[in-house]
């Protein structure tokens, strides 16, 4: 029931002037465009290579420019969309996603493992609107939410431990759990219930339930998760009802990748 973890990879022989790209571009992500000399200083790089990057990123379309600040340009989102619909479980789930989020009128989480990292593949929201910070290609710990849990119960140990190893067990609130072996009796709790569960771990105020989403020989591909405010997922709604809905849903969209005929 193993998944490849595709850890961090280390080159051999890195392209330096790919490295400061990708520098650059990661400024502009955090800083939301900027200044040569704004991005330079973030990057520590003299602005001269700052320019010079800038410029041939804004010649291949990645890169847009407004008077002397620099930005991002929609390249990305074309790009990043069109890798998405390559994805069979984005394709065999969005709808069912779409669809519990009316459904409960809560928040539903699609989350798939890169690098040792939860990434958001797909994400809807219910007509009681969170507001959430993540939109879908973010990156996120995988150990302080229902959604990453339950990809981590179904990852053997070893996995585990080296995602532990190379990300740690950062706390997002006072009720995330920092210690390994806690972490890893959960996640023997919910390969038994074959449900995880987020009791305001991740974010303040904030609960959810959680379950993998697997090929017919176990191998867990991503998982689903319903998140709301923690007055309204009280323990009967949180560990009865929205269980039986996340269930139902995960079948249709586990029928859609094993038996895709049904559809």
Not at 139 to 168: F, M
Not at 238 to 252: A, K
């Amino acid at each position: 029931m193993s998944l490849c973890i595709k850890m961090t990879y280390e080159a051999r022989n890195p392209v330096k002037a790919l490295l400061t790209a990708n520098e650059i571009i990661t400024a502009l992500d955090d800083l939301d465009g900027g200044r040569i000399v704004d991005i330079a200083s973030y990057v520590d790089r003299p602005q001269s290579v700052v320019h010079n990057h800038l410029n041939t990123l804004r010649q291949l379309e990645y890169v847009v420019k407004s008077g002397d600040e620099y930005e991002l340009s929609l390249r990305f989102m074309g790009i990043g969309e069109r890798v998405r619909r390559r994805i069979e479980l984005y394709d065999a789930a969005h709808t069912e996603v779409q669809k519990l989020a009316d459904q409960t009128g809560e928040l539903i989480t699609l989350l798939v493992e890169e690098h040792g990292r939860g990434i958001y593949l797909d994400i809807g929201v219910g007509s009681n609107e969170i507001r959430y910070p993540a939109v879908p290609g973010d990156r996120t710990y995988l150990h302080c939410s229902a959604v990453g849990k339950a990809v981590l119960a179904w990852l053997p140990e070893a996995d585990v431990n080296r995602i532990l190893d190379e990300h740690g067990l950062p706390a997002q609130t006072t009720q995330t759990i920092t210690d390994r072996k806690r972490l890893h009796n959960e996640l023997a709790s919910i390969r038994e219930d074959n449900l995880a569960y987020d009791r305001e771990e991740f974010r303040d105020g904030l609960k959810s339930v959680g379950a993998p989403i697997t090929r017919q020989n176990d191998t867990v591909i991503g998982a689903l998760s319903i998140a709301g405010p923690a007055h309204r997922m009280k323990d009967e709604r949180l560990e009865r009802e929205l269980p039986d809905r996340l269930r139902q849903s995960i079948n249709v969209i586990e029928l859609n990748i094993n038996e895709p005929n049904v559809r």
